[in-house]
């Protein structure tokens, strides 16, 4: 049975990439935590190391900003072919992967030809199973020269406490709430709902949250159970951070804009009366 190696962390998407790794062979895994602070160089040597000790067929990680970061930097020092974002793969001499292109908006398919690809799985694409915890592999001390880029500081996000990525419920506003004051009945149902807050680029490019806050292609991917929009159009880069939502309400004065056409709920109107109407419904019911 050949061996594959996996990044791991505590993350679902972590274990939705052991998920698709498994069809490689049986896994073993480095823990991105083996390495405090995070430092991706760091990371990186430690998988080439145990990539090698194991003669892995594959390297795996989640296609999170860490995970793709870490695993470029061990393509650019093992010369080894990487493909990021994939939904599925299909082992063999050359290994097949689908993966996810412009956002979202176009599935490619690429062969890799290597001895040991590496692979990153798209965040909340494919389901994870309840298969056996791998066990995981020890590797040396970093070298001075691995540890120069690492994590000197962490800032607090500024959605009380309640990360976007993990969020359950998200309240997500977009150009149509006009300005940085107008997130105010935004933050109010978020709060109301134990909802994390998010946006559009629009609402960061503008100044009125911080990119942190961003939802989409260059922002944050979420899988929240409910998303709501409010006042947000529906661009593809938009909509690239939503696939792995399970309901999406959208608020927004025209019907016919992209993510009311897309959403599982529709409210049409201004929403500046719609969303302090609702925080005041869910008020009166408690
Ligand atoms: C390379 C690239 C990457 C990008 N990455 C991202 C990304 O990660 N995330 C992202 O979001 N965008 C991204 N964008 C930008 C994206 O293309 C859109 O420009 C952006 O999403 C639009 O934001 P918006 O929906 O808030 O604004 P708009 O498109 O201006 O939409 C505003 C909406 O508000 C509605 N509205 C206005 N007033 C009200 C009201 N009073 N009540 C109710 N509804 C109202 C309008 O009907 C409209 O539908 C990217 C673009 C590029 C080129």
Request: proline share 7%; aromatic share 4%.
């Amino acid at each position: 049975m050949t061996t594959v190696l996996v990044l791991m962390d505590q993350s679902d998407p972590s274990l939705q990439t052991l998920t698709l790794a498994r069809k490689f062979g049986e896994p073993r895994s480095l823990r991105m935590d083996a390495i405090q602070p995070f430092a991706p160089d760091a990371v990186a040597a430690g998988l080439a190391q145990a990539a090698e000790e194991l003669n892995a067929s594959a390297v795996f990680a989640a296609g999170t900003d860490r995970g793709n970061e870490v695993m470029a930097r061990l393509a650019a020092r093992t010369g080894l072919p990487f493909a990021a974002n994939c939904i599925a793969v299909t082992p063999g001499e050359s290994v097949t992967v689908t993966r996810l292109r412009w956002g979202g908006s176009l599935l490619e398919e690429a062969r890799l030809h290597g001895p040991r690809p590496l692979i990153t799985v798209a965040p909340h694409t494919v389901p994870a199973d309840s298969g056996p915890a791998p066990v995981d592999v020890e590797v040396k001390a970093p070298s001075d020269a691995d540890l120069v880029v690492h994590v000197v500081d962490h800032v607090s996000p500024s959605n009380g406490g309640v990360s976007l990525a993990e969020a359950k419920v998200i309240v997500s506003g977009g150009r149509g709430v006009g300005s940085q004051e107008g997130f105010a009945i935004i933050e109010e149902l978020a709060g109301l709902l134990g909802a994390a807050v998010g946006c559009s680029r629009a609402v960061t490019s503008a100044g009125w949250r911080p990119h942190s806050d961003q939802v989409g292609q260059t922002g944050t991917k979420v899988a929240p159970d409910v998303y709501i929009a409010c006042g947000i159009s529906g661009a593809t880069q938009h909509m690239a951070g939503l696939k792995g939502a399970k309901r999406i309400v959208a608020i927004n004065s025209d019907p016919q804009a992209p993510l009311m056409l897309n959403a599982d709920y529709t409210v049409t109107g201004d929403l500046k009366e719609i969303v302090p109407a609702i925080s005041a419904e869910i008020r009166k019911r408690r």
